[in-house]
């Protein structure tokens, strides 16, 4: 069984950065793929970014792309997403999930019915 916990989130203003964590435990392995999705209240739940960890891959929504950029850390197998020039429209629960069915197919990694697990999610605040 594989388990994610994301954290770091908070209260920040417009351009302000904030990295939050997701930790993975249980029985992971490389072939594991983790997304990043974000909802705000009264809206549809979208795509953030995924990062595959073999191979250290990562594609990223366009509406975030250039300001997230997710990276690793093998030893605690926690991925990251550093946020920077946040903005008001990044007010959301954000969420960290892992795909675990080692059958990864790139052009569908940011549909979330692709993951199987999912955190509690952690609240980010962007005010202006």
């Known amino acids: 069984q594989v388990q994610v916990v994301e954290s770091g989130g908070g209260l920040v203003q417009a351009g302000d950065s904030l990295r939050l964590s997701c930790a993975a435990s249980?029985?992971?392995?490389?072939?594991?793929?983790i997304g990043w999705f974000r909802q705000a209240p009264g809206k549809e739940r979208e795509f953030v970014a995924f990062f595959k960890w073999a191979g250290n891959r990562a594609a990223y929504a366009d509406s975030v792309r250039g300001r997230f950029t997710i990276s690793r850390d093998n030893v605690k197998d926690t991925v990251y997403l550093q946020m920077n020039s946040l903005k008001p429209e990044d007010t959301a629960v954000y969420y960290c999930?892992?795909?675990?069915?080692?059958?990864?197919?790139?052009?569908?990694?940011?549909?979330?019915?692709?993951?199987?697990?999912w955190g509690q999610g952690t609240q980010v605040t962007v005010s202006s």
């Open positions: 999930a892992a795909d675990v069915t080692g059958r990864t197919i790139w052009s569908e990694q940011a549909n979330a019915a692709r993951y199987e697990i």
């Open positions: 249980g029985r992971t392995s490389r072939n594991l793929v």
